[in-house]
């Protein structure tokens, strides 16, 4: 059975190219982990690609991936954005960002057209990514007396988090990276320690 807090998203940066009628439809798919990522790398793209006639994107971002976005960047309504945010779904990804790059080649290609040309860039962009699992949580900011030093790890430890950013004085400080599934157990121990979280 499927873990409650586990999810399917791209490794890293891939590639698809569909050509029809002159018009080249580049697209390129990118992992993300929020909307301002997202518009980071719109802007980006567009620079880079000034030279082309419609950046259309779509994304879809956590565990439910209810954060999602469909734009068609000035093609018909529906024949750009939606086939794209399609081929997300089929493949069954979050945490991601594909943006296709269209140069006009001159012949109009009809909402079908658009739509297979949009659908199919997008299909093999993600079939040339890397899948990756990726697992539902928050960092959390542990501030504690250094004498609870050794509890803390502990339960750190029994939980197996990821942890960063760790600051041990007279008043210590640690990052741990809590799973969505692990946040009841690790809350319940943490409030038994008197450990402030911020």
């Known amino acids: 059975m499927a873990s409650i807090d586990t999810y399917k998203s791209i490794a890293g940066l891939s590639e698809g190219l569909f050509k029809d009628n002159g018009s080249r439809f580049i697209a390129k798919a990118f992992p993300v982990e929020s909307e301002a990522e997202v518009k980071e790398i719109v802007a980006a793209i567009k620079k880079e690609y000034h030279d082309a006639r419609h950046h259309c994107y779509a994304y879809r971002i956590g565990l439910d991936g209810s954060t999602w976005r469909a734009?068609?960047?000035?093609?018909?309504?529906?024949?750009?954005?939606?086939?794209?945010?399609?081929?997300?779904?089929?493949?069954?990804?979050?945490?991601?960002?594909?943006?296709?790059?269209?140069?006009?080649?001159?012949?109009?290609?009809?909402?079908?057209?658009?739509?297979?040309?949009?659908?199919?860039?997008?299909?093999?962009?993600?079939?040339?990514?890397?899948?990756?699992?990726?697992?539902?949580?928050?960092?959390?900011?542990?501030?504690?007396?250094?004498?609870?030093?050794?509890?803390?790890?502990?339960?750190?430890?029994d939980l197996g988090l990821p942890q960063r950013g760790q600051a041990f004085q007279e008043t210590c400080s640690l990052e741990v990276r809590v799973r969505r599934s692990l946040e009841q157990d690790f809350l319940e121990r943490i409030e038994k320690l008197n450990i402030f979280i911020g």
Do not use: C, H
């Open 71 to 157: 734009n068609d960047d000035g093609e018909p309504s529906g024949s750009a954005g939606r086939p794209i945010l399609g081929q997300i779904d089929s493949a069954g990804l979050s945490d991601i960002l594909v943006v296709v790059i269209r140069y006009f080649g001159g012949i109009k290609l009809g909402i079908p057209g658009l739509i297979r040309a949009y659908k199919t860039s997008t299909s093999d962009a993600l079939a040339q990514a890397q899948v990756t699992e990726k697992v539902a949580g928050r960092w959390v900011t542990l501030r504690f007396p250094y004498d609870s030093l050794p509890a803390v790890m502990k339960a750190v430890k």
